[in-house]
């Protein structure tokens, strides 16, 4: 089977306005202006395969946001190639965009002052949906989302949470089978965050679409996403699954302690590197592969009440990734 | 053209419709706005004129004319400079363009439907005006079948003109200035602040080539009566030439601008 998204040596550049601040240099930019190329995405390369969902992780102005838009068809490389089910996404043919669908956390298709359904069935008419399967796509995504009170109010009654569901619905009533998701959780409070989340994954359960999808949120990515791929200044750092990136750029365990009583710092020094300490309470930072072994000397010589151990936050994994290639 | 974009392009005029509908208040501002500048030419050429006549038109002339003048700038109106640019500027495009219905039927849509809720209020305050004014009134029947072709390219050159400077968003950030231009002189030889045959002679010969008067003052010479037999065929013909023409320059000016969207803020 063939990849769905086949990214090769993709690249896009930037020409941005560059100035100091003040009065001086602004006389100064009247005469001659000053350009710089940023390089938004630097020669990056991957596959993904039907059915994959697939997170996109990096800081800000890292490049993925940039990387969808291309990938959909919004803007053109500089240089590289791509193809989303088979097609050139920046040729924007008719079959191409039937098939796929961005939808952007910050950018919103709604109409502002109409109910979301009167969006709805303007996607219905471009879409060429036939009445059977429009109400069919409506009922699966009133069910996933729970939408049915929210699709006759107008947009601008809804809340942030319920907005991004509308969205979502309003995205994805053609059925796409490539699905870009540009920050779908941003700025919903942590029920809402759960919620869209379960609904992406039964999404991809129940029709097998493709997923990219970008977000701030670990949470997300680690609830929604084995294969991860990593960018930063445009560049891909590491493409894989979630755990082989905790592997590489974190390989250690953090062992958390409750004890009995309370025992010297430096003794459980001796077990590794001590991350907190309070009286009852220790988390100690040990390489990977001496977990077991440090686990089982702890139970033996230390007043141990109850213990667990565990991968380091994905938060402070990405936070190393990134440290690593800045150093 | 494919059923499919005629379904969603009328589907965009229903759902732009109903959208405008909300600002109700607004609209009838904007419209009351466009009655003004008529009015003001109106008076003026009414009172310069007194009894005689300027170039043919006496002062019945310059009130029929500024009648029909209010319809015609009205529906031959292009707003693509603030909607369409700041659409590129701000990213906000980017929702059109990823449905598969090219964005030019939506900005389309949206021209048509401001039109369409503007005239609820515009049509009242022509049929007052031209009750109170009463100007003396020989219908020229050829000039009025007419006039309906004239005034749907003239509402096209207009709309795809319009298209044309929002294009400009996608290099630059101040497509708006740009735009200022081109209504300065269309003010002049569109035949806006004057009928074009009152123009002097040198101004006149650009504004028979020139665009400008094919998107206001010609169909208003043509319901008018005021062109007549070659004059009037030749003016259609270079009516159809400057349609297609923009057109053609919206295509190519779309295909280019598209590959630097994003470029400026988006």
């Keep these: ?327 | 053209m494919r059923s499919r974009t005629l379904a969603g392009f009328a589907s965009l005029l229903r759902a732009e419709l109903a959208d405008l509908f909300q600002y109700r208040i607004e609209m009838f501002l904007y419209g009351l706005w466009q009655v003004v500048n008529p009015i003001i030419y109106l008076v003026i050429w009414s009172t310069v004129v007194g009894s005689g006549d300027i170039a043919g038109y006496d002062r019945d002339d310059f009130v029929l004319y500024y009648l029909v003048f209010m319809a015609v700038s009205h529906l031959t109106l292009a707003i693509e400079v603030y909607t369409m640019a700041p659409s590129i500027q701000t990213g906000r495009l980017s929702p059109h363009m990823l449905r598969p219905l090219h964005p030019f039927w939506r900005a389309g849509a949206l021209n048509i439907a401001y039109k369409a809720v503007n005239l609820m209020f515009l049509v009242p305050i022509w049929i007052g005006l031209a009750l109170i004014l009463r100007p003396a009134f020989d219908p020229d029947w050829l000039g009025i079948a007419l006039f309906l072709p004239s005034m749907v390219m003239a509402a096209s050159i207009s709309f795809l003109i319009g298209s044309c400077f929002a294009m400009f968003a996608f290099w630059t950030t101040r497509s708006m200035s740009f735009w200022d231009i081109w209504m300065s002189l269309t003010l002049l030889l569109g035949g806006q602040v004057a009928p074009v045959a009152v123009l002097p002679g040198v101004l006149q010969q650009a504004a028979v080539i020139l665009p400008m008067r094919y998107t206001v003052g010609f169909p208003i010479e043509v319901a008018l009566g005021r062109v007549q037999g070659a004059e009037l065929a030749a003016g259609l013909a270079i009516q159809a030439g400057w349609t297609v023409a923009a057109m053609a320059a919206f295509v190519v000016l779309w295909r280019a601008g598209v590959k630097r969207y994003g470029a400026v803020g988006a």
């Excluded at chain 1, 993709?10 to 005469?31: F, I, P, Q, W």
Aim: charged share 25%; glycine share 6%; net charge negative.
């Design chain 1, 1 to 327: 089977m063939s990849a769905d998204v086949r990214v090769r040596h993709l690249v896009k550049h930037y020409e941005v306005a560059d100035r100091e601040g003040g009065l001086r240099a602004s006389l100064r930019s009247v005469v001659r202006r000053r350009h710089r190329s940023v390089r938004a995405v630097d020669d990056i390369t991957f596959d993904v395969e039907p059915g994959e969902i697939v997170g996109f992780l990096g800081p800000n102005g890292a490049g993925k946001t940039t990387a969808l838009k291309l990938l959909s068809g919004l803007l053109h490389p500089t240089a590289g190639e791509a193809t989303v089910l088979d097609f050139t996404p920046w040729e924007r043919r008719r079959e191409f965009l039937s098939q796929i669908t961005l939808i952007m956390g910050q950018r919103q298709q709604l109409y502002w002052d109409l109910p979301a359904l009167d969006t709805f069935l303007v996607n219905k008419a471009v879409f060429g949906l036939e009445d059977a399967a429009y109400r069919e796509a409506v009922d699966l995504l009133v069910g996933l989302l729970e939408l049915e009170e929210i699709l006759t109010k107008p947009v601008r009654q809804l809340s942030l949470g319920e907005r991004m569901k509308a969205e979502l619905a309003a995205g994805l009533l053609h059925r796409p089978r490539v699905l870009f998701l540009d920050e779908p959780t941003i700025g919903l409070d942590v029920t809402m965050q759960q919620r869209i989340r379960d609904f992406v994954t039964r999404y991809n359960a129940t029709t097998g679409a493709t997923i990219l999808l970008t977000s701030h949120y670990m949470a997300d990515v680690k609830a929604l996403a084995e294969r991860v791929i990593v960018i930063d200044h445009g560049k891909l750092l590491y493409d894989g699954p979630l755990t082989g990136l905790i592997d590489r750029y974190a390989p250690h365990k953090t062992i958390t302690l409750h004890l009995e009583r309370p025992v010297d710092r430096a003794d459980v020094a001796a077990y590794g590197e001590v991350v907190s300490a309070d009286d009852v309470q220790v988390s100690v930072r040990t390489d990977k592969a001496q977990a077991a072994s440090v686990t089982a000397r702890m139970l033996a010589e230390l007043p141990v009440a109850d213990l667990s151990v565990e991968d380091p936050p994905l938060e402070y994994v990405i936070d190393q990734v990134f440290h690593r290639r800045a150093s």
